[in-house]
């Protein structure tokens, strides 16, 4: 039996959150969160919308999982981003404790891993699905910006 449910698989998911972002003039990371290979959050930057700096898809994925769970730790939960989570985002995974994080795009500017910052010791981190579309999305976005 084939398992579908693959980092790829929702990934693509994620691209998809990246992608209505793109269409709203926002930078175009998407993020979901998946327990038990259902989607429990879906979600993407709103900082434009919403006038809000903190207003990042990790952000806002985490707030939803954890209304959508009825608590604070997203333990069991996969988060599937775009772009490598900023300090900020890697600070709120952290404290959720969230279980893994799977990501896109490096951002080798602002990313979590440039900045040093720290996550929960028991998160496992993948990076690099589907890394050329993120990527591209990011670059065309910036490119149209110009």
């Excluded at 959508?68 to 333990?75: E, N, V």
């Excluded at 028991?122 to 690099?128: A, D, E, N």
Aim: proline residues 2%.
């Amino acid at each position: 039996m084939i398992d579908v449910f693959t980092d790829v698989y929702f990934m693509k998911k994620a691209l998809q959150e990246a992608e209505i972002a793109f269409e709203k003039g926002e930078i175009p990371v998407g993020a979901i969160i998946v327990v038990a290979n259902k989607v429990i959050a879906r979600t993407h930057n709103l900082t434009e919308l919403l006038h809000d700096v903190t207003a990042h898809a990790e952000m806002q994925a985490i707030t939803s999982a954890a209304n959508f769970l009825g608590g604070k730790y997203l333990k069991d939960c996969t988060l599937y981003v775009t772009l490598e989570p900023c300090q900020m985002c890697a600070g709120a995974l952290y404290w959720s404790q969230i279980t893994k994080i799977v990501y896109g795009a490096t951002d080798e500017a602002r990313g979590f891993q440039k900045m040093g910052t720290q996550l929960h010791p028991k998160t496992q981190v993948v990076s690099g699905i589907l890394e050329k579309e993120c990527a591209e999305l990011m670059r065309n976005f910036f490119k149209s910006r110009r």
